[in-house]
Nanobody, 121 residues
Framework: QVQLVESGGGLVQAGGSVRLSCVVS????????MGWFRQAPGKERELVAA????????EYAPFVKDRFTISRDNARSIMDLEMNSLKPDDTAVYYC??????????????WGQGTQVTVSS
């Protein structure tokens, strides 16, 4: 059974940084694209960033480009999200998700439990 476990959320001041991690077990990690999503109160869940199975291709939502960096370590089955220059609007529950194929066209079918990131002004 596939399991995704996020860690690294918390409270941070505006302009600060946070690193989120997602550890995956139960599947061959490198075969699947991975993504970070977030959901703020009263809003729809939205894609933040995604990375292909190989790690060579990435995509970012326009609102985080040049501030956030997604990465993966296929040998350790871990995906990270480095978040810099945080804004209060980045406050949300952040979810790790696993896709159903290697490419960035993957559908995200397996989800972690989420980790709260709160950015104070």
């Amino acid at each position: 059974q596939v399991q995704l476990v996020e860690s690294g959320g918390g409270l941070v001041q505006a302009g600060g940084s946070v690193r989120l991690s997602c550890v995956v077990s139960g599947r061959t990690f490198s075969l699947y694209a991975m993504g970070w999503f977030r959901q703020a109160p009263g809003k729809e869940r939205e894609l933040v960033a995604a990375i292909s199975g190989s790690g060579f291709s990435t995509e970012y939502a326009p609102f985080v480009k040049d501030r956030f960096t997604i990465s993966r370590d296929n040998a350790r089955s871990i995906m990270d999200l480095e978040m810099n220059s945080l804004k209060p609007d980045d406050t949300a529950v952040y979810y790790c998700a696993a896709g159903n194929e290697r490419s960035l066209n993957a559908k995200y079918t397996t989800w972690g439990q989420g980790t709260q990131v709160t950015v104070s002004s």
